[in-house]
C-alpha cells in the first residue's frame, strides 16, 4: 500500500479547495425518464393533487368550519386510526403526505408531553391545503384516494355571508364530494352560545350555496365536534338540543342538497371515559366508503303541501 499516495488522496478530500480550481461532476439537476420522484411529505397545493387524481378514485373533502372548531383534529386523527390496523376491512395503503400529518399529530401523542391533546393551527397565508389517504377496501378489492383540504378557519369567517369573497378565496371547493360542516361540540354545553354557534355553521354553508360553489351531487355532512364534551356534561339537555338541530338543518337545507347525513364525534377526546379516541369517526369513514345517491332520501320532512308530498315520493319516501 502506498501510504504517501493514500495520504494525498485524502488531503485532497478534505481540502476547502475543491471545486474552486477543478471542475466538480455532480448529479443534481438531471432527471431521467425511469427516475421516481418522491415528494416531500408535505401538504399538497391544487397542481400536487393532479397525479392522485389521475391514479385511481379520488374523493375530495372539504371540512368547513370556524377556528378551533375540530377540523383539522379530525382530518388527523383519521389517519391515526390505522397505525393500530385496518379499521372495519379497510386499510392503510399510502399517503403523500406522512409528513403534514406526523406533524400535525405530534402534540396529541405522549412523546410530546402535552397535558392535553392538542393540534396545531392551519397556516393562514398557505396554498398547499390538502393531505392525502390512500386506502385499500379489502372486501371490494379496491383503493380510493381521499384528499382533504385542510384551510384556515379564519378564512372560513372572513368568507360568511360574502358570495364574491367565497368565490375569492375559496374557488376550489367546487370540486368537492363531500362538504363536512364542523359545529363545536364544545360551545354547545355554553347556553348562551349554542344556537350562535349553529347558526354560524348553517350560514357559512348558505353562502357556498348561494354563490353556486358545490356541485349537485355533492353531499352535505354536518358534524358535531369535540362529542365528549357533550357526553361528559352530565346531562341530556345538550343531547336533546343537537339532536333538535338536526331536524331543523335537515329541513331548511332539504333543498338546497341531494344528500345530508349528520354525525357525533370526537377525536381526541381529553377524557374517554364515555368516548374513546376516535368517537364516530368510524362512522364517517363508512359514509365515505358508501356511494351515497342523489335519491336516497336522508332529508325527510313532515310537510304537508301536495307539491312536496309528491317530490318526497320521488325521492324515495313513502306516506305512512
Known amino acids: ?14 481540502s476547502d479547495e475543491v471545486g474552486l ?22 401538504s399538497l397545493s391544487v397542481d400536487d393533487t393532479y397525479p392522485i387524481t389521475a391514479s385511481c378514485e379520488t374523493k375530495v373533502i372539504y371540512l368547513i368550519g370556524p377556528f378551533a372548531c375540530g377540523k383539522t383534529t379530525i382530518e388527523t386523527s383519521l389517519y391515526q386510526l390505522f397505525h393500530n390496523g385496518d379499521v372495519n376491512g379497510i386499510y392503510f395503503a399510502g399517503s403523500e403526505t406522512l409528513n403534514a ?11 410530546s408531553y402535552n397535558n392535553v391533546p392538542e393540534t396545531p393551527r392551519t397556516p393562514l397565508d398557505s396554498n398547499d391545503i390538502f393531505l392525502h389517504l390512500r386506502l385499500w377496501d379489502c372486501l371490494k378489492n379496491k383503493t380510493t384516494n381521499y384528499l382533504f383540504a385542510d384551510i384556515s378557519g379564519e378564512i372560513f369567517s ?71 364534551y357533550i357526553l361528559n ?63 336516497v332520501s336522508e332529508n325527510k320532512m313532515n310537510v304537508k303541501a301536495e307539491i312536496n308530498k309528491l317530490k318526497y315520493k320521488l325521492l324515495g319516501g313513502h306516506d305512512e
Not at 1 to 14: E, G, P, R, S, V
Not at 172 to 192: N, Q, R
Not at 272 to 286: I, P, Q, S
Open 1 to 14: 500500500m502506498d501510504d504517501t499516495k493514500d495520504k494525498a488522496q485524502l488531503d485532497t478530500l478534505l
Open 21 to 42: 480550481n477543478e471542475e466538480v461532476s455532480v448529479n443534481t439537476a438531471e432527471t431521467k425518464d425511469n427516475d421516481i420522484i418522491l415528494h416531500s411529505g408535505n
Open 101 to 111: 400529518y406526523e406533524q400535525r399529530a405530534f402534540n396529541t401523542r405522549v412523546q
Open 158 to 228: 372572513a368568507v360568511k355571508g360574502s358570495v364574491d369573497e367565497a368565490k375569492k378565496q375559496l374557488p376550489y371547493i367546487k370540486s368537492a364530494d363531500y362538504i363536512m360542516c364542523i359545529i363545536d361540540g364544545e360551545k354547545i354545553i355554553d347556553k348562551k352560545q349554542r344556537l350562535a354557534v349553529v347558526e354560524e355553521a348553517k350560514q357559512l354553508l348558505r353562502t357556498f350555496i348561494d354563490a353556486n360553489m358545490l356541485k349537485s351531487d355533492a353531499c352535505i355532512q354536518f358534524v358535531f365536534s369535540k362529542y365528549d
Open 233 to 295: 356534561s352530565g346531562t341530556d339537555e345538550a343531547i336533546e338540543f343537537i339532536e333538535n338541530q338536526k331536524n331543523k338543518l335537515r329541513a331548511y337545507f332539504a333543498d338546497m342538497a341531494s344528500v345530508i347525513q349528520f354525525f357525533n364525534v370526537a377525536a381526541m377526546p381529553e377524557r374517554t371515559e364515555r368516548c374513546e379516541v376516535g368517537y364516530g369517526l368510524k362512522d364517517v369513514l363508512a359514509s365515505w366508503e358508501s356511494v351515497p345517491s342523489a335519491f
